[in-house]
């Protein structure tokens, strides 16, 4: 890969840059408007992600960091772990953002910042529709959420340096939800649920789940960085899933934002904290989307896999709109649900379950799974039947008895339905399968829901 920008890549990455700049300074004129800043950021950080990306990648292939691409026909080396780099952009960007959303409101409420002669009553600051206006009571989870992303990014380097094995680093993301789990128990310690409409009759209104809604919270964050690393094995699709999840997230946070939106509404707040987490990250992963689409030129690493994930478990858990995070992570859970056998060891399992690329065609044809020993008679009953309802191709020998499978994973199984394809054809339709899926569910969580539960929070304040 060149590590040198080319005239046009320059003169455009420049212009970007310069006009976010340009956008922040004129925010420092007015109130702040933390929304706008938080665009220029975005800005700021794509254009800052892709030169980097492009200048340290020979950097780090000499320090070893380094892959080949299987799916291809010349296997040729290129830079591993560029998610890191992102990261560290990411992260840089949240602490230089942390005036312009809570340093106004924080000097005029307490006379602080050196200024003891500027008093402004608490009742004036927070009153008004301004949307661009965030409450300093959210600085500690915001500061909570950048540790427990600079825990994971941590981590998830030294998983790509160290290879950990994933009965070890499964719990990783869970050390580093500590910190934000902890300022949600001080902060906000709302553990009861709401109980569907049909089960009310019987367990009430609210239900208060106590610890097991901490145990809840722990789960979400395990689950959603590893769900991405395990949906992973061709180029593009972790960043490329990560980035339309991103993006349903934010179409989610506008509906509360947006001027028909009923005002004062209180998820306004958690909506502009997840605006504030979400942007810099769509900017920084279309940078390495740049560079990780097919024919890649970069590997992500474990590291953006975790990164990724954790930002979507903060922003569900601290923003109090988990349900929703979770109906858009339904093709990663039934990719989990189906790798589940293989994760269990009750299918062998090989360490690596991409897809495998056949040389004289140049497609990507399911890879399988081979069995060293026959499978128990209830393993093989399931594997057939799921054989016969085409959720997985069977090869069997000569006796009947299944000496292999196609490995569980949603990439593999979208090949044994529609049969071999080009890698960027097989990421494109996975991302198109997930946008699909991510605006049905959005449409559930705000229109069907109330068939189960007797009001949507979109519209609690115009039904009232």
């Known amino acids: 890969m060149s590590t040198s920008l080319s005239r046009t890549e320059t003169i455009s990455l420049f212009s970007v840059a310069a006009a976010c700049f340009g956008v922040l300074a004129n925010t420092l004129q007015g109130d702040g408007e933390p929304l706008i800043a938080s665009l220029a950021f975005s800005g700021i950080a794509f254009a800052f992600s892709y030169c980097l990306i492009r200048w340290l990648g020979n950097a780090f292939m000499k320090a070893g960091l380094k892959g080949r691409d299987m799916a291809k026909m010349r296997t040729t080396e290129i830079p591993e772990t560029m998610g890191a780099v992102c990261a560290v952009v990411y992260l840089l960007v949240l602490i230089i953002f942390i005036p312009f959303p809570f340093y106004k409101d924080i000097v005029a409420a307490t006379s602080g910042g050196g200024n003891r002669d500027v008093v402004i009553e608490l009742q004036h600051v927070e009153t008004g529709r301004l949307l661009h206006r965030f409450p300093h009571s959210k600085l500690a989870s915001y500061l909570s959420a950048t540790l427990s992303l600079q825990a994971v990014v941590i981590l998830g380097v030294g998983d790509d340096l160290f290879d950990i094995r994933w009965r070890h680093k499964l719990l990783i993301p869970a050390f580093a939800a500590i910190p934000m789990l902890i300022v949600y128990f001080v902060d906000f310690g709302v553990t009861q649920v709401v109980v569907p409409v049909p089960l009310q009759r019987y367990l009430g209104e609210l239900v208060d789940l106590g610890w097991l809604y901490y145990a809840y919270m722990a789960a979400i964050a395990i689950f959603c960085p590893n769900s991405i690393n395990i949906l992973a094995g061709i180029n593009g699709i972790e960043v490329s899933q990560s980035l339309v999840i991103a993006v349903l997230l934010v179409l989610n946070d506008a509906l509360y934002l947006a001027p028909f939106a009923p005002y004062p509404h209180p998820a306004t707040d958690s909506h502009?904290?997840?605006?504030?987490?979400?942007?810099?990250?769509?900017?920084?992963?279309?940078?390495?989307?740049?560079?990780?689409?097919?024919?890649?030129?970069?590997?992500?690493?474990?590291?953006?896999?975790?990164?990724?994930?954790?930002?979507?478990?903060?922003?569900?858990?601290?923003?109090?709109?988990?349900?929703?995070?979770?109906?858009?992570?339904?093709?990663?859970?039934?990719?989990?649900?189906?790798?589940?056998?293989?994760?269990?060891?009750?299918?062998?399992?090989?360490?690596?379950?991409?897809?495998?690329?056949?040389?004289?065609?140049?497609?990507?044809?399911?890879?399988?799974?081979?069995?060293?020993?026959?499978?128990?008679?209830?393993v093989a009953a399931a594997l057939t039947l799921l054989h016969r309802l085409r959720l997985l191709r069977v090869s069997f020998d000569p006796d009947g008895r299944v000496v292999a499978c196609t490995n569980l994973t949603l990439l593999n199984l979208w090949l044994v339905w529609w049969g071999p394809m080009r890698e960027d054809r097989l990421a494109l339709a996975i991302v198109a399968v997930q946008s699909a899926i991510g605006l049905l569910a959005l449409v559930v969580r705000h229109r069907l829901a109330l068939w189960v539960f007797r009001e949507d929070n979109l519209y609690l304040l115009s039904r009232a």
């Open 272 to 378: 502009l904290f997840s605006l504030y987490l979400l942007l810099p990250f769509i900017g920084v992963s279309a940078a390495l989307w740049a560079h990780n689409w097919y024919p890649a030129r970069v590997f992500v690493g474990d590291t953006y896999c975790y990164f990724a994930g954790m930002v979507f478990a903060v922003v569900g858990i601290l923003g109090h709109f988990s349900k929703t995070l979770l109906l858009l992570f339904i093709p990663q859970i039934f990719n989990f649900l189906y790798s589940a056998p293989q994760l269990l060891r009750l299918v062998p399992c090989p360490r690596h379950r991409l897809p495998r690329f056949n040389a004289r065609t140049g497609l990507l044809e399911p890879s399988m799974a081979t069995f060293r020993q026959p499978p128990s008679s209830s």
